[in-house]
């Protein structure tokens, strides 16, 4: 057997969506094999972004103490592309440590969003999962519906507000879209600050919500239908998931939904006929390749009572808890979660580590 691949595993982050990155991230690394690879864990801390190097009992890492334990050495990148990796302070002193490549199991600023991509590049580490580019493309919801509807697939209207934006104009934009409509951050994941306005009443105090959350926001025309998503895997051949689709009972899905599915259902496969679920398969592969995904990505649509199928948004590290909708889509088509997470892995070595 050839040396065992050295893969930097990251959690946590300086994002709202810490926590939810933390449950990822313990069940993806329970799910690697030891005797194929040498899974190597970088913790960053929410508050402050500093990285750190971890040894510790990962059981402490889904409940918040691994930043705590006395296994925690503070880490940074090495910007010298002959090491690959990373420098950390051990009780010895100064270490390098190199790595065969990166494993981002973050969740929304600060690691899905191009950031961390772009280290990694300059750290000249690989990124199992979308490049820097895709994931800046994905997570601006506005630039990646214009890529989308420039290749003739259905989006949203929408219109951007900066911090500086006129009430007056931002009304009458709301009109044009009608109501109800969607007031989102334009860079932001798990439905954070994201309202659902009902009347123009709603408007401002929904917009200086979402402006806690990005310097840019959205006003988003509603479609009338229901969400489905689409786990896709791979870079050159594609494997697609089952469709699901989210049933609501109130409100939209936001984050509490997301979490708790307190008043929400998700259907897998989703309640559809076979070529509905054809034709949203195909229109997720197309916009994973458009916007330069690889690896792995979740791509949310919405179908409407007409059949039509309307672009929502790409996840480029979407949740990867046993219970969450990407791994739960793969499953209901045939792959544990062992073994997408190893197909994942495969994508990346192929045949080397046997």
């Not at 790409?314 to 909708?325: A, E, M, W």
């Amino acid at each position: 057997m050839n040396q065992l691949k050295k893969i930097a595993l990251f959690f946590g982050g300086c994002s709202t969506e810490y926590k939810v990155s933390l449950q990822s991230a313990y069940s993806v690394i329970k799910s690697i094999p030891a005797d194929l690879y040498h899974l190597i864990l970088i913790g960053i801390d929410k508050e402050t972004g500093e990285w750190f190097l971890y040894e510790g009992d990962i059981e402490e890492i889904p409940t918040g103490r691994w930043r705590m334990q006395p296994e925690c050495m503070p880490a940074a990148p090495s910007m010298d592309r002959r090491i690959h990796g990373l420098s950390y302070f051990s009780k010895t002193g100064p270490k390098t440590l190199s790595l065969d490549a990166a494993l981002p199991i973050l969740h929304g600023k600060n690691g899905e969003d191009g950031t961390l991509q772009g280290v990694l590049h300059l750290m000249n580490v690989p990124v199992i999962g979308c490049d820097l580019l895709s994931s800046a493309l994905c997570m601006d919801k506005f630039l990646a519906h214009k890529i989308a509807a420039a290749e003739g697939i259905k989006t949203a209207e929408c219109v951007l507000l900066k911090k500086d934006f006129s009430v007056s104009e931002a009304k009458v934009h709301a009109a044009k879209l009608g109501f109800p409509l969607f007031v989102k951050p334009l860079r932001s994941g798990s439905s954070f600050g994201i309202t659902k306005v009902q009347k123009e009443s709603e408007l401002i105090p929904a917009i200086e919500q979402a402006f806690l959350h990005d310097s840019t926001v959205m006003l988003e025309e509603m479609i009338a239908g229901f969400e489905v998503g689409c786990a896709v895997l791979g870079t050159e051949n594609l494997l697609t998931g089952e469709i699901d689709e989210i049933q609501l009972s109130e409100g939209f899905f936001n984050y509490t939904e997301k979490y708790t599915l307190k008043t929400s259902q998700i259907h897998v496969p989703a309640r559809i006929s076979s070529d509905q679920a054809r034709q949203i398969k195909e229109t997720a592969c197309r916009i994973y390749r458009l916007l330069g995904c690889s690896y792995f990505a979740r791509v949310d649509m919405f179908l409407t009572p007409e059949g039509d199928i309307y672009f929502n948004e790409v996840n480029t590290i979407p949740g990867f808890t046993s219970h969450s909708r990407y791994p739960n889509m793969l499953k209901a088509a045939g792959l544990s979660f062992e073994e997408i997470i190893g197909r994942l892995l495969d994508e990346e070595f192929g045949n080397e580590t046997v």
